[in-house]
């Protein structure tokens, strides 16, 4: 399964419990007024790569996100455009390490895609742009 990515980050301290390995996904429907991550709106551009290519980045630091009681954490862009490949991706890791998983979202998700993706997703980080309807139009 391939998917597209921004960049990664092997020492992520604030996207979730202890230390993380970070997955920026690239591509995002919203665009913000506030975003701090622009550059990973364009749906056609970053880099294309294998599920198996992305856990063969997180392996060799797992001693430090075991220690830490931390994980793997998909944010972005909206990694739900992609929900598919961070279902295979989360689902890896949980068989081959039992890997935490955090999903960092806006909450906007295709149905049929989104139980697959719960299934394996151990918290969810989401990220309500306004309580109030107007506001979050205009803020996205």
């Given amino acids: 399964m391939k998917g597209r990515i921004h960049s990664l980050d092997t020492f992520g301290t604030v996207d979730g419990p202890g230390i993380r390995f970070v997955l920026f996904m690239q591509g995002c429907a919203l665009q913000c007024g506030f975003c701090h991550n622009p550059d990973t709106w364009e749906t056609a551009t970053g880099r294309v790569v294998e599920v ?30 992609q929900a598919p490949f961070v279902a295979a991706l989360f689902r890896e890791a949980k068989k081959r390490w039992n890997l935490h998983t955090a999903l960092d979202s806006s909450g906007f998700c295709e149905p049929e895609h989104a139980g697959e993706l719960m299934d394996v997703t151990d918290l969810v980080l989401l990220d309500l742009k306004h309580i109030r309807s107007d506001k979050h139009r205009a803020l996205t």
């Fill in 52 to 81: 198996a290519s992305v856990l063969d980045e997180i392996e060799p630091f797992l001693p430090y996100y075991r220690s830490s009681n931390g994980g793997l954490t998909v944010t972005g862009g909206e990694p739900t455009l």
